[in-house]
């Protein structure tokens, strides 16, 4: 409800009216969360496998819910700045979903398990910005982080009613009795678990680059006539396509491999950003995001089957915490190389940059993750 109009929230009630200035806060501030996301996350997923994953989901809801009251009575941008690097100190709601989730599903369904989790995500991915786009037209932009913090508060007070956990803390402490770093030395030498950090990294670099700039666009293609409206259906039409996508993907990744769906959906995603470079209205940019998201919707799925399969028992949260950090990076990373880059190469460029990106994580997933691609580095070393 919020995302897809802060560089509008940054304009209309902060007062930021230069285009290149509303461009680079918007970046920064929605980068902000990542910046220390990065470094709590696998402290967070320590904690988890530790005492249990429920109580994480809990701790983080509570956190954002109270941030995000703060987040709508800022007056200034440095304030919201600093409320949005708080909120990812606090965070880590969705990797402990994850973690959750990964540690209580059998393997050979778990491209399923993590594409309903994905879709159920992109439920909200729909309804937040078209929800936002009508409110903000309606009570304007501050009172809906006052709705969103309610909401967040009700999923945490959802959380400690309905979700049971069998979590035996005896055993998480014998499985935490190794310090961070070491375990971060332990996963990594796993092969295949760094090459699934880089391609969540290059995922979210590229999705990243432009998602804040999208309400810009819109008012680029279609003017200010209705202008919060438009700029939340064109995020929550990925989101739509999305959700339908997620479940499909995954349980196909389960009976045809998880590598071969993630390279595809890749190299969809990539092909999907390049006619947005050459769109002339809204109506189109529609359509081009509706195939994107069907295309991301097969990524994240897959990209977390693949994780838990490859990640011993009893390490699934700081596997995953330490994922979310990859995320994080690629999150701060890509807004920030958007506003920079679009001053240069403008909007319409970043689509372009944002489909080279995609198409070369592709390359590294074939290289690092298949036999065929492993076997072709060999020969390259040898020669």
Known sequence: MIIPFLSLYLKDELGIQDPHALAWWASVIYAGTFLTGFIVQPIWGNLADRYGRKIMLIR????????????????????????????GVVGGFIPASTALMSASTPRERMGFAMGTLQSGGMAGAILGPFMGGLLAEWIGYRPIFFITGGLMLLASVLVWWIV???FDRNVGKKNTNISLAQSFRQLMQIKQIPALYGVSA?????????????PLFVSELHGAVLLAFFAGLVGSVTGFSNMVSSPLLGKWSDRHGHVKVLIICLLGAALSFIPQFFVDNVWQLLICRFILG??????????NALLRNYTPNGMESRAFGFNSSAFSLGNMIGPLSGGALAGVIGIRGIFLFASVLLLINAL??????????????RRKREE
């Open 60 to 87: 983080s809801g509570l956190g954002i819910a109270i941030i995000l009251f703060l987040m709508g009575i800022v007056t200034d941008a440095w304030q919201l700045l600093i409320l949005r690097i708080l909120n």
């Open 164 to 166: 049971h956990e069998s």
């Open 364 to 377: 590294w997933a074939w290289l690092s993750l298949t036999e065929s691609g492993q076997s072709r580095v």
């Open 202 to 214: 290059g995922i979210q670099i590229a999705f990243n680059s432009s998602l804040v700039l999208i």
């Open 294 to 303: 069907w295309f991301m919707g097969g990524l994240a799925p897959t990209v």
